[in-house]
């Protein structure tokens, strides 16, 4: 069994409307972004109170992709993990905290899925397929990291809620691949991968797209 780790957003008070704007799965069309939107996620990226991590090396991005596959793979894997998700999933929707759901991925290859077949059925492997695939076709990904000072998980959310705000001022779509965060040792590596000093919280895809994904 994994230990998976969310942090509470309870008293952070970022908008939880606008971060699940990028709850759901999209499928990224891979064209380049124009340079005066990356230059305002750059700016907003640079003005956030936590570290943030922009990644648009292909090689890095496939690196990140890599395990946000295997995220998913441990993750569902997890009856634990499994059992916890379909109680908080009601007629292919999450429910409960709005902020805390946004962040958690859950498996969409079929969207209808009720709360016994998202506990019961490891659907790890195909969701790992698919995920890898968005992940690697995002131009930009994101990885915002806290620290140990006081308010530092509060700072995380609102540099989230930033970005996705900003994504969205430039036409752009946004989605979460938090799966490599909510496993400590992937957590691990995933820092090390792109050489973090603090532990990354929320790994944030930016780009284009013609129509949701449905798999």
């Not at 929707?93 to 962040?103: M, R, S, W």
């Not at 509060?154 to 799966?179: M, P």
């Not at 991968?193 to 449905?214: E, F, I, K, N, S």
């Amino acid at each position: 069994m994994c230990a998976v780790e969310v942090f509470s957003t309870s008293a952070a008070g970022a908008s939880p409307d606008v971060l699940q704007h990028a709850a759901r799965r999209v499928d990224f069309d891979g064209r380049p972004l124009p340079p005066e939107a990356v230059s305002a996620l750059e700016r907003t990226a640079a003005g956030a109170a936590v570290p943030v991590r922009i990644v648009s090396d292909p090689v890095e991005r496939a690196a990140v992709a890599g395990l946000v596959a295997e995220g998913d793979r441990i993750l569902f894997a997890d009856p634990a993990y499994r059992f916890e998700l379909g109680a908080r999933w009601r007629a292919g929707a999450p429910a409960g905290d709005a902020a805390i759901e946004a962040l958690l991925p859950v498996p969409d290859l079929f969207p209808g899925l009720g709360s016994f077949y998202v506990s019961t059925f490891d659907l790890g492997e195909l969701q790992a397929k698919r995920d890898f695939r968005l992940a690697a076709q995002a131009p930009l990904l994101f990885v915002v990291s806290d620290g140990e000072a006081p308010g530092r998980r509060a700072a995380v959310l609102e540099a989230i809620r930033q970005l996705v705000i900003a994504a969205e001022k430039a036409g752009l779509a946004a989605s979460f691949f938090n799966q490599p965060v909510l496993v400590p040792e992937l957590r691990r590596r995933l820092a090390a991968r792109l050489g973090l000093a603090a532990a990354p919280r929320a790994v944030l895809g930016v780009g284009t797209v013609g129509a949701p994904d449905v798999g």
